[in-house]
């Protein structure tokens, strides 16, 4: 990747919690607990998701950068959304944290030499990634999620009585 398309990918990264408020905006709230039968998470879930998430990408941005070469580890999504009983969490502060997480990374990646993008790590389940494909997976990681959080939303306006 050429620097400017990577200051690009690290602009728009930075603008994931934008991304996600938008996407969410007009979505009522009264329905994010709504599972339905495509997806088998509800819009409530992938927003705490999308903050542990967050968190875990935190924790690997740093090794990767400080300690170049460290392992770092995948975790089961599906897992902890049943087992931290994401249902029951609350919303508004993963949100606020994601906004945290994200603005803080962003603040370090955007100041970084071009040199650092290409120092790795090792995931458990992906192998050997540099921090650019970090960057290109955390990237559109929100966009993806909108366009699930969507795909829910629509599933459930399809349900509703005309």
Same mark, same amino acid.
């Given at each position: 990747?050429?620097?400017?398309?990577?200051?690009?990918?690290?602009?728009?990264? *930075?603008?994931?919690?934008?991304?996600?408020?938008?996407?969410?905006? %007009?979505?009522?709230? +009264?329905?994010?607990?709504?599972? *339905?039968?495509?997806?088998?998470?509800?819009?409530?879930?992938?927003?705490?998701?999308?903050? +542990?998430?967050?968190?875990?990408?935190?924790?690997?941005?740093?090794?990767?950068?400080?300690?170049?070469?460290?392992?770092?580890?995948?975790?089961?999504?599906?897992?902890?959304?049943?087992?931290?009983?994401?249902? +029951?969490?609350?919303?508004?502060?993963?949100?606020?944290?994601?906004?945290?997480?994200? *603005?803080?990374?962003?603040?370090?990646?955007?100041?970084?030499? %071009?040199?650092?993008?290409?120092?790795?790590?090792?995931?458990?389940?992906?192998?050997?990634?540099?921090?650019?494909?970090?960057?290109?997976?955390?990237?559109?990681?929100?966009?993806?999620?909108?366009?699930?959080?969507?795909?829910?939303? +629509?599933?459930?306006?399809?349900?509703?009585?005309?």
């Amino acid at each position: 990747m050429d620097p400017l398309e990577r200051q690009q990918k690290i602009e728009s990264y *930075g603008h994931g919690h934008e991304t996600l408020l938008e996407g969410i905006k %007009d979505i009522p709230r +009264d329905m994010w607990h709504y599972r *339905g039968e495509r997806d088998p998470w509800t819009i409530y879930e992938v927003l705490i998701h999308i903050t +542990d998430s967050e968190a875990n990408s935190y924790v690997r941005c740093r090794k990767c950068i400080a300690q170049p070469g460290t392992d770092v580890l995948g975790y089961d999504e599906n897992g902890w959304t049943k087992a931290l009983d994401y249902e +029951d969490q609350n919303v508004d502060d993963a949100i606020e944290l994601f906004r945290w997480l994200r *603005g803080n990374t962003y603040k370090l990646i955007k100041m970084l030499p %071009d040199d650092i993008w290409t120092r790795t790590m090792n995931h458990s389940e992906n192998g050997i990634i540099t921090l650019e494909d970090w960057l290109l997976t955390y990237e559109d990681h929100i966009p993806a999620h909108v366009r699930q959080i969507q795909a829910i939303y +629509d599933e459930w306006k399809s349900m509703q009585p005309a």
